[in-house]
Structures are given as C-alpha cells and as structure tokens.
C-alpha cells in the first residue's frame, strides 16, 4: 500500500516545476498589479458613467481574477495531495487512495489546461468564433457526414460548458446538411478551435449504397474569431456587398425560426458568402450577416498579413482529397488522424462524440514548437 503512496508523492514532485513555471508563463505578479489597478478605476468616481466601458473593464477584471483563482486552487490541491501521501504512510491507511488517484488526474488535467491557455497569445485567441460547415461533392454521402461533423463540434462545445447559436443551416436533399453557420461564444473558443479550420475526409461503407461499397466524403471546416467590434480601420459599405432576401428553411423549426426574413449577403470583391435565419426580424439577420462578413474578412487579412481589405482576393480552396487536415476512417480499421501534427486514435466513436481535446492540444503544441509533421 505505502508503495503507491509513494508513487504518487514522486509523481507530485515531478509536476512540482511545471507548476512553478505555470506562474511565470501566466505572470502572476504582473496579473496581481493589473487587478489593483483595474480595482482602482472601479473605485473611480463616474465608473459607471460610461456603461460599455465600464463592463468591459468589469469583464477583465473577473478574467484576471478567474486566472489567479484557479492557480491558486492548483497550487492548494497539490499541497492537499501532498498531506494525504504523508498521512497514509504514517497512518498505514489506504482509503484515502481514491481520493489521491482523483485529485491526482484533476490536478493533472488542470495544468495541461492551463498550460494550453499560456500558448494562446494570438491577437483574437481570446474571442467567441463562428465556424462554418460546407459539404463537399458527392451529394447525401457528403451532407451526411457534414452533419456528423456539426454534431461532433457541437458535443464538444457542451462538454466544455461553451454555448452555441445557429446562425444559418441549409438541410441536405435526402440527408445531412448542405452547409450551416455557428457562433460558439466562451473564453478562448477561437483559439481552441482555430486549428479545426480545413478539409476532413471520412472512408467508410456507406450506409446509403445498396452494394455496401466504401466511399470517402469530404467537408470543409471554416473558423474565424467573432469580431464584434466595429471600430476597425475598415468600413463594410452598402456599395461593398450584394444583399439577398429569403425565406428561412430548416428541419421542421428544430434549429430557427422559419420566417420570411433571411438574408444572404455577397462581398463583391472576394465572393465571400454570409447568411443567417435564426432571428425573426430581417434587420437582425442582416447585424448578424455583417458580423459575421466582417469577422471573415479580418482573419484572413491578418492571416495573410495584408494593409487594407481591398488586397484580399477571393480564392477558393477545393473541397477535395490531398488538402484534407484530418482523415476520419471507419473501415476495414477504425482511425482518426491529423495530418498536420500525427495525432492519431483508434477510438472514433469518441471522437465523433466530441473527444477532441487530443487533437486541440497537439495543434497548439505543434503552433509553439514548429514541429509540425508535414514540414
């Protein structure tokens, strides 16, 4: 018994480091002078006087905090960790054992967290994202597999407490879905997800061959930040787009409103396509489609490290083999791998349950060090 008590004490003062350079990396002192003086200007006079102003240092503040907190609750469990190994070789009591093994994997996984969040330093890392979903060729075997795609970010979104909004969702001929829209709003959802963002190909029998043959399918993933801030060095101007007015269509009201008050805006010089259903009024739809055109055209001229929008040009990656990111097989094996970085699982069942923080983790270590695979 005092053997495992044992193990786990060295496996405490093996992660004693990282955890001691978890504070340097999220510069702690630095955290603590920010909040004095963020504490400061609300104990102003005239704090409130400026309401968007005041919420936004209000939300900084609770996100110092938050951060302070939890390395705080890190550095307090491992030394709770530690009492209990002392205590059960003293006490020769093994019931405590449990409890270790648990606050031992919570500890564990806490650090790795929070050491991903350190490496998230991109200017819009930080931001809510709206990610696309786009079936490629091949009809109901694509949009099927689109929408297990949907299904797969949108269980992963839940299982880290994030919430999402449709924004537009175009429902396949037979089955699945054409393409659809989301905003996934939460702290670094962008800078989590932002490595999802290409092609994913599946290899699987298809279930809608009468002859059972294997097929492969492919779906494209698009991710930007969601900017809602207006102030840019760019105006969208009216001249700027093309603006369409539809009805809204969706699975028997199970994902929008159906109204009559969809809208589809095209930006003239890149094609870019924008559209959103969810809301009732058209003018809401419309805020919504400009949201979302100008969240599009920010990342990628960042992306492409550009001056002015008017230099994006509007060019297409095909939906199709050799550009995929990531490849989903079903059959004759089961596997899921990255192209990009070798992350690989036999597991895909979990995986297209939302298991995805293997191949996030591995992305964002990949982003830090340069190792990538295919380089």
């Given amino acids: 018994m005092n053997i495992e008590f044992d193990a786990y004490k060295q496996k ?127 009809g109901t075997e694509a949009q099927d597999w689109c929408q297990m795609l949907y299904r797969m970010y949108t269980r992963w979104a839940e299982a880290h407490g994030y919430t999402y909004k449709i924004m537009d969702y175009q429902e396949g001929d037979e089955a699945g879905l054409k393409s659809a829209d989301i905003l996934i709003e939460g702290e670094n959802v962008y800078g989590f997800m932002k490595g999802e963002n290409g092609v994913h190909r599946l290899v699987r029998v298809s279930p809608f061959d009468a002859n059972a043959r294997r097929q492969t399918s492919f779906a494209a993933i698009e991710v930007v930040p969601d900017i809602q801030d207006d102030s840019q060095d760019f105006e969208i101007r009216p001249e700027d787009y093309e603006m369409q007015v539809y009805r809204s269509s969706g699975a028997g009201g199970q994902h929008i409103n159906k109204t009559s008050s969809a809208v589809r805006l095209i930006h003239k010089a890149t094609g870019i396509v924008v559209a959103c259903q969810t809301e009732r009024s058209q003018f809401q739809n419309k805020e919504n489609c400009l949201r979302m055109l100008r969240s599009k055209l920010v990342e990628i001229r960042e992306r492409e490290h550009l001056e002015k929008i008017s230099d994006i040009k509007g060019v297409q990656k095909k939906i199709e083999w050799g550009s995929q990111i990531r490849n989903y097989v079903f059959m004759p094996y089961t596997l899921v791998k990255d192209t990009r970085t070798g992350c690989e699982t036999s597991n895909v069942n979990a995986v297209m349950d939302g298991a995805l923080d293997p191949f996030i983790n591995a992305y964002l270590t990949c982003a830090a060090t340069g190792n990538w695979v295919t380089k």
């Fill in 12 to 138: 405490l003062n093996d992660i004693k480091p990282a955890l001691d350079d978890l504070a340097d990396s999220l510069n702690l002192e630095g955290l603590r002078n920010e909040l004095e003086r963020l504490h400061a200007m609300q104990e102003a006079p005239g704090f409130w006087d400026n309401p968007e102003k005041s919420q936004q240092i209000v939300v900084k503040t609770r996100s110092a905090e938050m951060k302070l907190e939890r390395y705080e609750k890190m550095t307090g469990l491992w030394e709770d960790l530690m009492t209990i190994c002392e205590m059960a070789a003293e006490e020769d009591d093994d019931s405590m054992l449990p409890e270790l093994k648990d606050g031992f994997k919570s500890l564990s996984d806490d650090m790795e967290r929070c050491r991903l969040e350190t490496l998230l330093t991109g200017t819009y890392d930080k931001n809510n994202a709206l990610v696309s979903f786009q079936a490629g060729a091949g």
